[in-house]
């Protein structure tokens, strides 16, 4: 029997292809642009703008599920700095919990990981030497972090850039037995940042390589499908199933480059829309990796 996470799932899939309607799922809420790291790929540190109180993230959570989304991902800055007087980010998991299908957090690993949240993700851009690079001297706590972590769905994703390119494969076999599963993305160029961007050629080598370590049994959780889509960018983006809040409450529903920078397809690398708009598409094996990433159940 399909659990009411399928149900809903196959009707939202029905609604919007032969109902005319464009129905969101999935929402990534920027609950504080403040960080305690200042990394050089990441654009949102250097915005000033005031975090929401506790009313304020969960007025915007109650529209966020009438219109539609029911997976929430929590980002940042670094989420886990997020505060309202004696709130914390684990009273907005708690609450989120209540409305959504499943709820993540993506965070720098400088923290302690300790949440009910069901997914983590933790952010790592390459062995010691090269993620100091990017975010200074933290691979070490961020290690230390993972191991003391009790955590039953943790995840490490990596963002692909010209500077780490070259070893992620030998990231994925250090990563293996340390995190469930790992996920990749390829690097937008923000603007001040195009330098950090990969040819094309590489981008292509690189995922040859991961596709390899996936079918060797390394947790790479994106699917094959996705792997493959992404070397040429030839897959059918569904831009409305995404959604975006700021921490000024704005949502937007599209890419998630909306209202951040300059929207240029040819260039993307967000693996989890292209797993999402496969998996709309019924590409099984998307489906199967929606199914381990957010820890799912058929029945």
């Known amino acids: 029997m399909f659990s009411s996470h399928y149900l809903y799932f196959l009707k939202h899939n029905i609604l919007t292809r032969f109902g005319g309607k464009s129905i969101p799922l999935l929402a990534s809420y920027k609950i504080t642009h403040h960080c305690n790291l200042k990394c050089r790929t990441c654009p949102f540190w250097k915005i000033n703008s005031a975090a929401p109180t506790y009313h304020e993230v969960l007025k915007n959570m109650q529209q966020l599920w009438q219109d539609g989304i029911r997976l929430i991902i929590f980002e940042g800055g670094e989420p886990f700095l997020w505060r ?51 975010r200074g001297d933290t691979f070490d706590r961020i290690i230390q972090n993972i191991s003391d972590s009790q955590h039953s769905n943790l995840l490490v994703n990596i963002t692909i850039n010209r500077l780490n390119i070259e070893e992620i494969p030998d990231l994925v076999r250090f990563l ?43 947790p790479l959780l994106n699917s094959l499908s996705t792997l493959e889509g992404l070397k040429k960018n030839r897959w059918r983006c569904h831009p409305w199933l995404i959604g975006s809040v700021e921490p000024t409450g704005e949502i937007t529903y599209g890419c998630y480059l909306q209202n951040r920078a300059e929207i240029a397809c040819a260039k993307c690398g967000f ?6 708009s496969k998996a709309y598409d019924w590409h099984f094996a998307s489906i199967l990796a929606g199914k381990k990433i957010f820890k799912f159940r058929w029945y």
Do not use: M
């Open 176 to 218: 293996t037995g340390k995190v469930k599963g790992i996920t990749i993305q390829f690097y937008y160029p923000f603007p001040g940042t195009e330098d950090l961007g990969g040819a094309a050629s590489a981008r292509i080598a690189i995922l040859d390589q991961l596709i390899k370590l996936k079918r060797q049994g390394f």
């Open 84 to 134: 309202d007087g004696a709130y914390c980010l684990e009273d907005i998991i708690i609450e989120a919990k209540k409305y959504f299908f499943c709820t993540g957090i993506t965070t720098n690993g400088t923290l302690p990981i300790n949440t009910a949240a069901d997914t983590v993700w933790i952010s790592l851009d390459g062995l010691a030497e090269t993620h100091n690079l990017n």
């Open 271 to 276: 693996a989890a829309h292209t797993e999402l």
